[in-house]
């Protein structure tokens, strides 16, 4: 329990450090991020199809699932939680590190208000482009979508994207 506080103090300060740190250049790489919540999970897991509407291989969509769902049995989700983050902030996760190294344009970030280790992992993609849910309570979204309904949060998703890569 202490040390999931000091994580949380030090992941704080990282994001912060993360967003000023940010650079945005023009990516054109097609990968996209797709970070969700454990505590969203339920409600906005079929957002891990969301590669189909977007025109996307499977190989080119990513998801990770932040938090210890004890029923998640599909193999293409990456799940981590803080027992996978070292005090210095380093990912013990091997398979989460080797992701990271991708280059991704686009990450999508579905998390609560409280969600640190969701932000944190969106920030260390290194994504030219943050879109995701309200709440962003620290400010590294681009586009901030205020709509709770999942379907209509897959729509604004796939509205924007479509915009960022100048598709019809």
């Given at each position: 329990?202490?040390?999931?506080?000091?994580?949380?103090?030090?992941?704080?300060?990282?994001?912060e450090?993360?967003?000023?740190?940010?650079?945005?250049?023009?990516?054109?790489?097609?990968?996209?991020?797709?970070?969700?919540?454990?505590?969203?999970?339920?409600?906005?897991?079929?957002?891990q199809?969301?590669?189909?509407?977007?025109?996307l291989?499977?190989?080119?969509?990513?998801?990770?699932?932040?938090?210890?769902?004890?029923?998640?049995?599909?193999?293409?989700?990456?799940?981590?939680?803080?027992?996978?983050?070292?005090?210095?902030?380093?990912?013990?996760?091997?398979?989460?590190?080797?992701?990271?190294?991708?280059?991704?344009?686009?990450?999508?970030?579905?998390?609560?208000?409280?969600?640190?280790?969701?932000?944190?992992?969106?920030?260390?993609?290194?994504?030219?482009?943050?879109?995701?849910k309200?709440?962003?309570?620290?400010?590294?979204l681009?586009?901030?979508?205020?709509?709770n309904?999942?379907?209509?949060l897959?729509?604004?998703?796939?509205?924007?994207?479509?915009?960022?890569?100048?598709?019809?």
């Amino acid at each position: 329990m202490i040390t999931n506080k000091i994580k949380s103090v030090q992941l704080k300060k990282a994001i912060e450090k993360l967003k000023k740190n940010r650079q945005f250049a023009t990516n054109t790489s097609n990968r996209v991020l797709l970070v969700i919540s454990e505590d969203n999970f339920k409600v906005y897991g079929s957002l891990q199809n969301l590669w189909k509407s977007l025109g996307l291989s499977a190989n080119a969509f990513d998801v990770v699932i932040c938090g210890s769902l004890r029923d998640l049995d599909d193999k293409n989700l990456l799940q981590v939680s803080f027992k996978d983050l070292g005090l210095d902030g380093e990912f013990k996760n091997k398979d989460l590190s080797a992701l990271l190294e991708n280059e991704f344009g686009s990450a999508i970030l579905v998390s609560g208000a409280e969600a640190l280790l969701s932000n944190y992992v969106v920030l260390r993609s290194g994504a030219t482009f943050l879109i995701g849910k309200s709440p962003d309570p620290f400010s590294i979204l681009d586009v901030e979508i205020f709509e709770n309904d999942p379907s209509l949060l897959e729509a604004e998703l796939i509205r924007y994207y479509k915009i960022l890569k100048h598709k019809k």
